[in-house]
């Protein structure tokens, strides 16, 4: 269960059905970070780890595997809005970030500690270092990346083997049905050294449900919003996640979903943990209404045919999303 839109555009009180609702249907599994929710704003930040932390009191600590992210470096056309945008995969800054995070969370360890974007310039010793001091303190389990690359993975995992400290386990990146990269490279990477697959944005944002493709766009929606704002990055993100080829593509598997018998939403999350690379498919919702469709691929295994016409589909439209 993905809870990056809980404090914007998902209140406290939706967000609590969705939590509560996630729960009974037997996840287990919720995934936070420290910036969230996004768009990341500092009038904002840190809301949903106070959200997730103040449901978690609700239910038994070790019925949860929670996981959470630490901030990487600021960029030029991002800086996050905590610590001044001075931020860094560094002792000093994965200290401060955990504290904070096991406060807003009312927790004394997290499951699954990620770092949310690489810092290649700190250096992976120093990060590793910093991760296996948590862990030997109790307070993460395990540790996990994001947003990596092929190179990064691969120098992360040599890294924790040559200095003894532990390893990154999982790797939470883009994957889905309109954005399959992950299967160039990282996933026999992925593989090979048994890291596991923790896709986001597994409906592409939202652009496979087909809520873009109808004119006008909806109001309240991410990429709606983003394609107004004035910032490079939004901008950006939206023009990456919305554009002819990601339009044409949905719409391909919107008449496929109708062929299969299911909704495009069913048949996009069938796909994402279809993968042999695949852990678990991070699963974001808005409303109630919304997971509890998501939901209904949960028992969902496509068939050959189907795979087979999803890889045509993805053979004639190029890397939708660039």
Same mark, same amino acid.
């Given at each position: 269960m993905g809870t990056m839109t809980f404090g914007s555009t998902c209140d406290e009180n939706e967000a609590f059905k969705i939590l509560d609702y996630a729960y009974e249907q037997?996840?287990?599994?919720?995934?936070?970070?420290? #910036?969230?929710?996004?768009?990341?704003?500092?009038?904002? #930040?840190?809301? =949903?780890?106070?959200?997730?932390?103040?449901?978690?009191? =609700? &239910?038994?600590?070790?019925?949860?595997?929670?996981?959470?992210?630490?901030?990487?470096?600021?960029?030029?056309?991002?800086?996050?809005?905590?610590?001044?945008? &001075?931020?860094?995969?560094?002792?000093?800054?994965?200290?401060?970030?955990?504290?904070?995070?096991?406060?807003?969370?009312? =927790?004394?360890?997290?499951?699954?500690?990620?770092?949310?974007?690489?810092?290649?310039?700190?250096? %992976?010793?120093? =990060?590793? %270092?910093?991760?296996?001091?948590?862990?030997?303190?109790?307070?993460?389990?395990?540790?996990?990346?994001?947003?990596?690359?092929? %190179?990064?993975?691969m120098k992360s995992l040599a890294t924790a083997a040559e200095i003894g400290t532990l390893r990154?386990?999982?790797?939470?990146?883009? %994957?889905?049905?309109l954005n399959r990269r992950f299967e160039d490279e990282l996933a026999q990477a992925a593989r090979a050294e048994k890291v596991s697959l923790l896709p986001y944005s597994p409906l592409?944002?939202? #652009?496979v449900t087909g809520k873009y493709n109808d004119d006008p766009?909806?109001?309240?929606?991410?990429?709606s919003r983003y394609a107004k704002m004035t910032e490079e990055r939004q901008r950006k993100m939206a023009n990456r996640f919305l554009n002819s080829k990601t339009l044409e593509t949905t719409n391909r598997l919107r008449q496929l979903a109708d062929e299969a018998g299911m909704s495009v939403t069913v048949l996009a999350l069938a796909f994402s943990k279809a993968h042999d690379f695949v852990a678990s498919t991070i699963v974001g919702a808005n409303t109630l209404a919304q997971l509890q469709e998501s939901l209904k691929a949960k028992d969902v295994t496509l068939t050959d045919e189907v795979m087979r016409k999803i890889d045509k589909i993805n053979a004639e439209i190029l890397y939708p999303m660039g």
């Open positions: 037997g996840i287990d599994f919720y995934d936070t970070a420290e #910036v969230y929710p996004i768009p990341p704003d500092i009038s904002y #930040v840190n809301e =949903t780890e106070k959200i997730v932390g103040r449901w978690l009191k =609700t &239910k038994p600590r070790d019925s949860v595997i929670l996981a959470t992210k630490v901030a990487g470096p600021g960029h030029g056309w991002f800086s996050p809005p905590i610590r001044s945008g &001075k931020t860094s995969l560094d002792r000093h800054h994965i200290r401060t970030a955990i504290e904070g995070s096991l406060t807003r969370l009312q =927790t004394d360890y997290i499951d699954l500690y990620q770092t949310h974007w690489p810092d290649h310039g700190t250096g %992976y010793e120093e =990060t590793l %270092y910093a991760l296996d001091e948590l862990a030997n303190e109790g307070k993460i389990r395990y540790a996990g990346c994001s947003n990596e690359n092929t %190179y990064g993975l990154y386990e999982s790797i939470q990146n883009n %994957y889905s049905i592409g944002g939202g #652009v766009l909806p109001e309240n929606a991410r990429f």
